[in-house]
């Protein structure tokens, strides 16, 4: 198989009492997995694409073939999306990040307050199931909403480097259907030492 499940950098209670532990295991081995598993089977017949880099696919949808398009977009979106967000995560995250992301959120928004509230409204008003992500082009950073599994890369509108899943899968069991409540608590988990790995890999 070209594509396989990460593991997760933390064991699925770690990111407790914010996310709780049956979610993390559902969303990791039902729901991350089957769309690994489902893009394993688009391109079970087309070899050709299965040595590309996944983030290349998703920049070229039209140089996919019509009848896996979709598929791919869907299933390749949804296994590229959620191999970021594990990463920008862990237990005793949270507060603020510092150095050269600082600088370019304070840069792009004002102050990482201003930030951190327009992202936070972005995502309680994204109707539906998505993502809201932090992109980057060069230092100059952007807040993008993208609906289903789709992400910034499939329109060229710069490279993800940080991102929230707000499809209710990520938080229902724990918060029902009180979005804003989990989109607060997340905040207290992110990695920003990754994000800041992740601006500087954007950057070159």
């Known amino acids: 198989m070209p594509y396989e499940l990460p593991k997760l950098p933390y064991a699925y209670d770690a990111l407790e009492p914010f996310i709780d532990a049956k979610t993390m295991e559902l969303h990791h081995t039902k729901h991350h997995n089957t769309y690994v598993q489902k893009l394993n089977a688009a391109l079970e017949k087309h070899t050709t694409l299965q040595t590309k880099p996944l983030a290349a696919l998703l920049t070229d ?10 598929a ?12 970021l967000f594990w990463t920008i995560m862990k237990k005793g995250g949270g507060g603020e990040p510092q150095g050269e992301l600082a600088s370019a959120i304070k840069g792009s928004f004002g102050s990482f307050a201003e930030f951190k509230a327009k992202f936070s409204a972005d995502a309680g008003a994204l109707f539906g199931s998505g993502w809201v992500w932090l992109t980057a082009r060069g230092k100059e950073l952007a807040i993008v909403s993208t609906p289903n599994q789709d992400n910034p890369l499939m329109s060229a509108g710069g490279h993800p480097i940080f991102g929230l899943d707000v499809w209710e899968h990520a938080y229902y069991l724990k918060y029902q259907n009180r979005r804003p409540e989990y989109i607060e608590a997340w905040w207290n988990l992110i990695n920003w030492s ?4 992740n601006l500087a890999a954007a950057g070159k």
């Open 61 to 70: 949808l039209n140089g996919v073939p019509s009848e896996i398009r979709s």
């Open 72 to 83: 791919v977009r869907n299933h390749g979106g949804g296994h590229w999306n959620h191999s």
């Open 194 to 197: 990754q994000v800041q790995d």
